[in-house]
């Protein structure tokens, strides 16, 4: 809890992000959760388990909590996959370099969470894991690129055997977050500085009437 923030009465302000892991099974959306949770690799995680996990992390030298939901199951809709696409802030695609089918998958995900959103603008990182198994790649680095691209996305392919670019996975997607929620903030403020002009040109505006009537 090193990283918590503490309000004057003692409690913890750090700021929760909940990110959901999307993809097909078999592609390492645990083993990835597993290494950034506890630098482990679980080499037979159970691939229907689902569940939620909770760390701290400190990301651009600002304290984070992530509420990291991991889950299982193909791309078709249950209440619960509603109620966790709806309450998702991030969202992690994965699809194993290994397997061209997984890749296809990926696109279905990003569907989902758009028939559930309605906007196409939601934080989302594609990631291609398994890169240590070179000599089995069915996915080009670039298809990947290209299909983030279409996503509007951004791209990493990791290792979670070899814990390669997972960090850097998690800590996008918070950025991503915060960069959306830093323009909405500075979006509403250029809109009230907007209004106080309008006021005030109006104010102007009665001013000068009620001089001319006197
Ligand atoms: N070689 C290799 N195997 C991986 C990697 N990530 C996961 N695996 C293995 O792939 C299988 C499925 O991983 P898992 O995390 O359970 O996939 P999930 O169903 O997407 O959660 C397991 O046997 C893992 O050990 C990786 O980066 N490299
Ligand atoms: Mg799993």
Redesign the pocket.
Known sequence: MENAKMDSRGINTTREYKIV?L?????????????FICHC???????T?EDAYKTQARIDDEPAQLDIL???GQAEFTAMRDQYMRAGEGFII?Y?I?DRRSFQEAAQFKQLIYQVRHSYDIPIVLVG?????EGMRQVTREEGRVLAREFNCQFFE?????R?YIDEVFHAVVREIRRREREALEAMEKGSRKKDSLWKKLKGTLRMRRENVT
């Open positions: 892991l993809g097909p099974g078999g592609v390492g959306k645990s083993a990835m959760t597993m290494q690799f679980p080499e037979d995680h159970d691939p388990i991991d889950t299982a994965c194993s290994t894991n398994k890169t240590d198994l990791t290792s979670a055997a070899l390669q």
